[in-house]
């Protein structure tokens, strides 16, 4: 019978002795082959494969191996509960927003995702429609931003969340500065029976990533910035829709298309459009004022919340 012939097959054994360099990769292949789970195995047999591939493919010296794993200890050194530089170094490497634009489909007309960055906090103040993030009188342009939120198919979404963050018009969120209050620029509306928000804020401005760690050192030697282009964070979501946690830039931002974390997802353009005369549509904003008018699309899924990374 095929099974009992089957059995008496003794499988092929495994190599555990090297040769030579490329040896080696298929025993460590090897005495991973038995992972139970099968993502798991999956996903450590393709890391090795790569791994020694870019090891061979640029001749890592000895020397270079070793200032590798110290860079690598270094972000887990410069890592605490307030900053992650081992999630940094994700961000300036691409890999972040790679893997968030791979989970984050366009099909149907849905809005890209982003990052959802180190800044995002939980309990931002609840607004109602129309009402104004900015807690404080510092300078800056006022920003009216308004949109509407439907599903994929078009349906306007009653009652959708709208949290957004945002930095300030000198580049800090309130987090990082003394000098604002606790939660400025930070909101959680919900859009109207017509699926619309809309909210007051200030004009944000670009900003560097931290600079004082490892990364820092990797991008100065790489002759890169550290910018950000000027953006404003948001979490769009509604019973029955996938959570979209997203980010929409200024048309005009400096650093638009160098952003240091690769995340500007062309469709994430928004227009700024400044305006020096007239009032506001609503708001009762005197002139020199900016609008922004940005709609989301959600597609049908599972609503979910992104943990803080930060208290
Ligand atoms: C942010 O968008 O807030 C952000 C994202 C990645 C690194 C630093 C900041
Ligand atoms: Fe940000």
């Known amino acids: ?53 870019f090891v061979r493919e640029v001749r890592l010296t000895d020397e270079e191996f070793e200032f590798a794993m110290g860079w690598l200890a270094s972000l887990g050194h410069a890592t605490h509960a307030t900053h992650n530089e081992v999630v940094l170094a994700a961000d300036v490497l691409g890999l972040s927003t ?35 993030v900015v807690q404080d009188d510092a300078p800056g342009l006022p920003l009216l931003v308004s949109g509407t939120v439907r599903g994929t ?10 949290e957004v963050w945002q930095a300030s018009p000198v580049g800090l969120y309130d987090n990082q500065d003394p000098t604002q209050p606790d ?17 007051r804020t200030v004009r944000p401005a670009g900003y560097p990533v931290p600079t004082d760690g490892p990364v820092g050192a990797l991008l100065a030697a790489q002759q890169r910035h550290p910018y950000r282009p000027a953006h404003i964070h948001f979490i769009v979501a509604a019973p029955g829709y996938r959570t979209l946690v997203t980010q929409v830039f200024a048309d005009e931002a400096d650093k638009l298309a160098s952003d240091v974390t690769f995340g500007v997802h062309r469709q994430l353009v928004g227009t700024l459009q400044l305006h020096d005369q007239g009032r506001s549509p609503w708001g009762e904003v005197p002139a020199p004022f900016y609008t922004l008018d940005f709609d989301f699309t959600l597609e049908p899924g599972q609503q979910t919340f992104p943990k803080p990374p930060i208290d």
């Open 1 to 53: 019978m095929e099974t009992s012939i089957a059995r008496q097959v003794s499988p092929a054994p495994r190599p555990t002795l090297i040769d030579d360099e490329h040896s080696v990769t298929g025993i460590v292949q090897a005495a991973m082959a038995d992972t139970a789970d099968p993502r798991l195995r999956q996903v450590m047999d393709a890391l090795v494969r790569h791994l020694h591939g």
């Open 98 to 132: 790679l893997v968030t634009v791979m989970n984050n489909s366009t099909r149907d007309g849905r809005t890209p995702g982003a990052l959802l960055g180190p800044f995002y906090r939980a309990n931002a103040p609840r607004y109602a429609c129309g009402d104004c």
């Open 153 to 162: 198919d078009g349906t306007p979404l009653a009652g959708a969340l709208v």
């Open 183 to 199: 939660r400025n620029l930070r909101g959680c509306f919900h859009t109207d029976a017509d699926g619309g928000y809309r909210f």
